[in-house]
């Protein structure tokens, strides 16, 4: 039953970022990639990961697309519609394919198929996931963990201060 | 009844009437403003009059040319600071040499008094624009470009303000139909920008 | 076997939950027009049914039978799933909510974490709705509403970790249990009055109701729905609105249960529970002007931010005292 | 004439890169616009940048209509441009054609005429505190508001038989002496009047959104003021203490004691405070009325047909909204050479480039609010 979830989710964020990248349309796209963003979200809650489930929707569909929206609108879309989109990039773009298609191979082929049973199918039923987290973050991972929040508050400050700028000038 | 009344105004601005029976038998309403008028413009003003010789219904007829000096000063100057453009018109005389009347109802909040200026124009003759002197001339200049047809030189904005920009003709002008099809005239939108 | 008859029983669940929503939903709207009817002196629905209790029904009907505009220039496959985008995620979130110690479609123990993350979700209807509008009105509502609704989510989320410090659990189920002896909303009052504001602002009530403020921006996103799209979008606001103040029963006033003296089944508890919030969303409705853009944003990060910041520290502080 | 939108100063420009500007169209069907005034904004984010309004959908030639009917006849039609206070628009009128003539109105005239001019200025005033408090959300206070206005306007239809357009005074007088009714209804509404004020109050004048809405926003001066040609409540919340009451009495008002309220700092508050200092200083002036009311004729003897001598008259009352005055020429015959109404609503909405700009949208709302226009006058 799971492995269909799996197959529909795993699908479906296929499908939707195929469709994102080729829409001309700012906005549609941007709403597609919220739909992957679901679609991964599902994946992660049939591994088991539903605190990352829910932080991915909270954050990354919730917020910052938000923001990506936001910005987007305020933008022209209907000239950007009518703006050339493909740029004369085939050369680049079929190395970078057949480079990632290489990889791809080589990663799969470490792979074992058939039943992934390492995998814990469960659906709310361990009770240790998010406390598990939480203790890893905060003990062994403390360091890092605040290394990308430093990073993150830097950059954020960076950003206040370009904008101000532009708003004193 | 009248005679229980008690004046607790903190107004500033009742004294003017107090020096005035004295002298004011004898001179003309706004004889004072015209001193002052004169002393800075000699022969600016044209014509005084005063309906049945009221203080309020002071009117001075003043030049073309010098009506913005004439404002400026009389908005400046200390004993008259008439600071509120109270009321901006015209007047259509289709009979008379010059036949529009243009009139600037100032009041001085200061000194409480009222003073009239009229300007005489032919037709077509452009006014000059007292919207540099009282911002509140901006619209009212509009509205009589709009009724009347006369243009303000230096106007900031002179469009249409009441009527639609593709309106034929001037409706307060007197010779403008009051029923049938004439006054119905259309023209094509035209988009005039003055001051591009 | 087993397994179909738990998806036909979360079935069953699921339809009796979404349909009581959408009636109770029509019905606090009636109830709101006649509180405030009342503060403002007049009578409100009076006509449909005895003191227009049928209003409700005939305004629902009216709606489905109204013409649906799809304004030319509107971007067509947004404009319609705008609405369903609103309304999906206001309605999902049921899915977690506890409504007594029984009665609830399921339990997860990232409950509160889930309820926050849909009810996230929300914004994206209002912003593809005032996007695909292509109109003026309902672009800058949209604007206001994500500039809004985001911030707002944040002091939403802080003020709820104080309660949950407490609590130890993301389980709203646990969560109530915690508070048998003694609700939060007394050990965290800061916390209440951010979480209460925050609520307010979330589901675009007054003061804060700029993305729709109709003396403004005509009526913000939905300027250009009608029937019933814009039908869609009234019953989520309702719907969240009756989300959030769940979350704020269970976090802070001991969500179904009651003192032990009077003795009231647990869902009684939480509908009068839930009938106060509600009359008090509807009481600030009838009594508070509106803040302006700027004023929201200041009272949000300078105000409400470090209020809650200090809550978090304090709770944390006074937890590794005494507990 | 129809079906051409008027050009406008203000067009929105398409561009790819860089800060656009955002110009939106605000009216004529817009809830706050207060009738039919089209403003357009050019926006920066929210931060007006630019404004112009574009007026005249209510325009009526009711000047020109002056032109070409009797004196008497004018009377209803003053009624059509300020409909909210629409006695107002009568006594000036009948009070400017009156200065033609040297008639003796009688006193119980002038008292009527006083107080019905401040039933019209709380008429008035109370759809303004309605409509600006919706404008800046808070609903109820609408509600509350129209309770009382509708017993003013049951107190006009008790008096003269109309309760919008009242059709009150006439040349030299009254039409006929208002009946007793009216009288004592009327000092049942003064009785109860003052708390209801306070409960208006209740709701706004400590309110903190309302403060944080209306305190330092649509700031003018004195001196801006004057220069806009601003008049009534906009020039004394600048605190500037002038009211033509006082200035140039006329009816009863040389008789009647009341204070002149002024503000501050010029800002949306101010303004508020001082028309609700307003309502109140009417409630006394119309006490001060009921008490000295003396009895007599409220007629006095005029012509059969009113010839006013060949001349031209500037006179101007203390509308509810500012000066409201009527120029007129006369040639000496029974219809008017020219009628100007002198409009306070065009002149005061004259200024509110100068108020919203640098102000945000949600300001311009309340900013057309605080000015107090009503288009009837605005566009005759």
């Known amino acids: 039953m799971e492995i269909y979830f799996f197959y529909m989710f795993a699908g479906g964020m296929i499908l939707t970022s195929l469709l994102m990248i080729t829409r001309a349309n700012v906005i549609h796209a941007a709403l597609l990639l919220v739909l992957t963003f679901f679609f991964l979200a599902g994946v992660f809650v049939l591994a088991g990961a539903e605190f990352l489930a829910a932080v991915q929707i909270l954050l990354y569909a919730g917020g910052i697309m938000v923001l990506y929206l936001f910005s987007i609108m305020l933008m022209n879309v209907e000239v950007a519609v009518r703006m050339r989109q493909w740029h004369r990039q085939g050369v680049v773009v079929l190395v970078a394919a057949v480079l990632l298609g290489l990889e791809i191979w080589a990663v799969l082929g470490e792979v074992e198929f058939g039943a992934p049973k390492q995998w814990e199918w469960s659906l709310g039923a361990t009770p240790g996931n998010v406390e598990a987290l939480g203790a890893v973050l905060y003990t062994k991972f403390l360091f890092p963990f605040e290394v990308a929040s430093i990073l993150l508050l830097a950059s954020m400050i960076g950003a206040i201060v370009l904008a101000k700028r532009t708003i004193e000038r | 009844m009248p005679d229980e009344v008690e004046e607790n105004s903190e107004q500033t601005n009742d004294a003017p009437d107090a020096d005035e029976p004295a002298e004011a038998v004898k001179t003309p309403p706004g004889e004072d403003l015209k001193e002052v008028v004169e002393s800075a413009f000699p022969g600016a003003v044209l014509e005084q009059s005063a309906y049945q010789d009221d203080e309020d219904e002071a009117t001075f007829v003043v030049g073309l040319d010098s009506i913005v000096d004439v404002s400026t000063h009389l908005r400046d100057h200390g004993d008259t600071l008439f600071k509120l453009l109270t009321d901006l018109t015209a007047v259509h005389y289709p009979e008379a040499e010059n036949p529009f009347e243009v009139l600037y109802q100032l009041y001085s909040i200061e000194h409480n008094r009222r003073l009239r200026l009229k300007v005489r124009i032919k037709e077509g003759q452009a006014m000059p624009t007292v919207s540099s002197v009282w911002s509140s001339a901006d619209w009212m200049e509009r509205e009589i470009y709009d009724l009347f047809g006369i243009e303000f030189e230096g106007h900031p904005d002179l469009r249409r303000i009441l009527l639609p920009d593709n309106w034929g003709s001037h409706p307060m002008r007197k010779d403008y139909p009051l029923e049938g099809r004439g006054e119905r005239i259309y023209t094509k939108p035209k988009r005039k920008e003055i001051g591009d | 076997m087993d397994m179909a008859l738990e998806v036909a029983v979360a079935a069953i669940k699921i339809f009796i939950v979404v349909n009581v929503v959408q009636l109770v939903v029509a019905y606090m709207i009636y109830v709101e027009r006649k509180v405030i009817a009342h503060a403002q002196l007049r009578l409100g629905p009076m006509r449909v049914g005895w003191h227009g209790l049928l209003q409700p029904i005939a305004d629902g009907l009216k709606l489905f039978f109204k013409e649906d505009i799809i304004p030319d220039k509107a971007d067509r496959v947004v404009f319609v799933l705008a609405p369903v985008m609103v309304l999906v995620p206001a309605l999902v979130v049921y899915a977690v909510l506890p409504f007594s110690a029984t009665f609830y479609i399921t339990q997860i123990n990232i409950g509160l974490f889930f309820v926050l993350a849909i009810s996230s979700l929300g914004v994206f209807g209002v912003v593809m709705a005032g996007w695909a509008s292509n109109s003026k009105y309902s672009l800058l509502g949209a604007l206001r509403s994500a500039a809004q609704m985001l911030s707002y989510e944040i002091f939403l989320g802080f003020s709820v970790i104080g309660p949950l410090m407490l609590a130890g659990s993301l389980n709203l189920q646990e969560i109530v249990h915690a508070q048998r002896d003694v609700w939060f909303v007394f050990y965290q009052p800061l916390a209440f009055i951010v979480f209460f504001v925050a609520a307010l602002a979330e589901t675009n009530r007054v003061p804060f109701d700029l993305p729709e403020a109709e003396t403004e921006l005509v009526a913000g996103f939905h300027t250009e729905y009608s029937g019933m799209k814009f039908a869609f979008f009234f019953l989520a606001e309702y719907a969240s609105m009756m989300v959030i103040s769940t979350i704020g029963i269970v976090l802070f006033f001991g969500g179904w249960e009651g003192p032990d003296f009077i003795p009231l089944p647990g869902f009684v508890w939480y509908c009068l529970k839930l009938g106060a919030f509600m009359f008090v969303f509807i009481w600030l409705r009838a009594t508070l002007p509106r803040y302006r853009y700027d004023q929201l944003m200041r009272v949000g990060w300078k105000f409400m931010f470090p209020l809650v910041m200090l809550n978090i520290f304090l709770t944390g502080f006074l937890k590794y005292l005494f507990l | ?380």
């Open chain 4, 1 to 380: 004439m129809v079906g051409v939108a008027n050009t406008s100063r203000i067009e929105q420009q398409s561009t790819l890169h860089g800060t656009e500007e955002l110009v939106i169209n605000m009216g004529p069907q817009h809830p706050s616009t207060h009738g039919v005034l089209r403003v357009i904004l050019k926006l920066d984010g929210e931060t007006v940048n630019d404004l112009d309004c574009d007026i005249g959908y209510l325009h009526r030639g009711t000047e020109k209509i002056g032109e070409n009917i009797t004196y008497t006849m004018f009377i209803p039609y003053t009624d059509r441009l300020d409909y909210i206070a629409a006695p107002s628009n009568n006594l000036a009128w009948v009070t400017a054609v009156e200065k033609f003539f040297d008639w003796e109105i009688p006193m119980r005239a002038q008292y009527i005429r006083s107080m019905v001019g401040e039933l019209s200025r709380i008429a008035s005033h109370l759809l303004w505190l309605a409509t600006h408090a919706l404008d800046i959300g808070a609903m109820t206070v609408f509600l509350w508001c129209f309770r009382e206005r509708e017993m003013v306007l049951d107190l006009f239809e008790t008096a003269f038989g109309g309760r919008l357009t009242v059709n009150a005074f006439r040349l030299g007088g009254l039409h006929e002496d208002v009946p007793d009714k009216f009288l004592q209804l009327t000092q049942e509404f003064i009785d109860i009047f003052p708390s209801r004020i306070d409960d208006y109050e209740t709701l706004l004048t400590n309110n903190r959104i309302w403060l944080q809405r209306t305190r330092d926003v649509g700031i003018i001066s004195a001196e801006d003021a004057m220069d806009l040609g601003l008049t009534g409540p906009i020039i004394r919340g600048s605190g500037v203490r002038w009211d033509l009451r006082r200035a140039k009495p006329y009816a009863a008002y040389p008789y009647l004691d009341f204070v002149v309220p002024v503000g501050e700092n010029g800002d949306i508050y101010d303004r508020y405070l001082v028309r609700i200092e307003e309502l109140r200083q009417s409630t006394r002036i119309i006490q001060q009325c009921l008490d000295q009311l003396p009895g007599g004729p409220v007629t006095c003897k005029t012509p059969r047909t009113i010839k006013p001598p060949e001349g031209e008259i500037y006179h101007s009352i203390e509308n509810p909204k500012g000066e409201f005055g009527f120029y007129i020429v006369s040639d000496g015959t029974t219809t008017p050479y020219r009628v100007r109404i002198r409009p306070p609503s065009f002149i005061n909405l004259g200024g509110l480039k100068k108020l919203c700009i640098g102000q945000l949208v949600a300001d311009v709302v309340a900013i057309i609010g605080s000015i107090d226009i009503v288009l009837g006058e605005c566009d005759r």
